[in-house]
């Protein structure tokens, strides 16, 4: 199933975002540190040309530390890029943020001028608490429904920087299908555009293969289960989520499954590698190499056909 969500609003803030990005001096990115690949906009590494940027990795506490890790170190191979890690209960890395935002311009930070900086994340990515932390009052509105976020504002803070905030954006074509899961998954889209058991059985497969000890910690399986629709059947069974007749009632099963790997109480997960992304992207260039051979061979059947 190929996954697609992209409000009106979005397209428009993608617009805007393109109009002001001359003003700005640096670029905050707020990923998900669960998915650091796939919270990722596509188009940034385009626009901002040689400005520098700051990638959060956002809700580590949700996240495989180690992983987590390794995601740094690939991000920060990019030129200008930067990483630092937080989570909505760490209100001390604010000031590490605000530092590392001074260093990153340090023309700018010795003078007089304000530094002009940009955030922007995926909806439900957690851009707005952060905003509220950094502001050190509440300013942005927060919720667990994605897409809150629908109008730019300006935001003065401590030590002469000034956010411009952006709504949530996802890139319109999700060209590589497994971002389109994963996003899912992590609640970055909203329900009303997908399938929770569908999203639920690609979880619990990936999960399978990467963390079969906290499937079975958390679900008390006896053994593990051979596939992924079985294990969200014995999960569904556990949990009492049954039809008459006795048979698995799917969809709550899944919700389950959702809502304890979005709190994290199924353990701290992360659902992407650097080596995995780099794979699948390899793959999506080859599929797009093919559909333009598709349509130029189109085309010239066309004009041979004219002439």
């Given at each position: ?117 940009m955030i922007m994340g995926i909806p439900n990515v957690g851009k707005s608490t952060l905003i509220n932390s950094l502001a050190g009052r509440m300013i942005a509105k927060t919720g667990n429904e994605p897409a809150i976020t629908k109008m730019q504002q300006r935001i003065k803070l401590d030590?002469?920087?000034?956010l411009h905030d952006t709504p949530g954006v996802l890139w319109p074509n999700l060209e590589n299908p497994h971002s389109g899961y994963r996003l899912a998954v992590t609640g970055a889209i909203k329900e009303t555009a997908i399938d929770n058991d569908d999203i639920a059985l690609y979880a ?104």
């Open positions: 199933m190929a996954i697609q969500w992209y409000p009106g609003h979005m397209h428009k803030a993608s617009k805007e975002m393109k109009k002001i990005l001359p003003q700005v001096d640096l670029i905050i990115e707020v990923l998900d540190a669960r998915i650091p690949f796939s919270s990722e906009n596509p188009m940034l590494a385009e626009l901002r040309g040689d400005k520098p940027c700051i990638k959060v990795l956002n809700k580590f506490d949700l996240a495989d530390p180690e992983l987590t890790e390794k995601w740094q170190i690939y991000l920060e191979q990019q030129k200008g890029v930067k990483t630092i890690t937080m989570n909505a209960q760490q209100t001390d890395r604010v000031s590490d943020l605000l530092e590392l935002c001074l260093k990153m311009v340090p023309h700018k930070a010795q003078s007089v001028k304000n530094i002009q900086t030590k002469g920087i000034v619990v497969e990936y999960l399978l293969q990467a963390y079969p000890a906290l499937l079975t910690q958390r679900y008390d399986f006896k053994t593990l289960p051979a596939s992924g629709l079985e294990a969200l059947e014995a999960i569904g069974s556990k949990r009492g989520c049954l039809r008459s007749g006795g048979r698995v009632d799917l969809d709550r099963a899944a919700k389950i499954l959702l809502t304890e790997i979005r709190s994290g109480t199924l353990g701290r997960i992360t659902l992407e590698t650097p080596e995995t992304v780099e794979k699948e992207w390899a793959e999506v260039l080859i599929a797009r190499e093919e559909k333009a051979a598709k349509k130029a061979a189109r085309k010239q059947k066309k004009q041979n056909q004219q002439q």
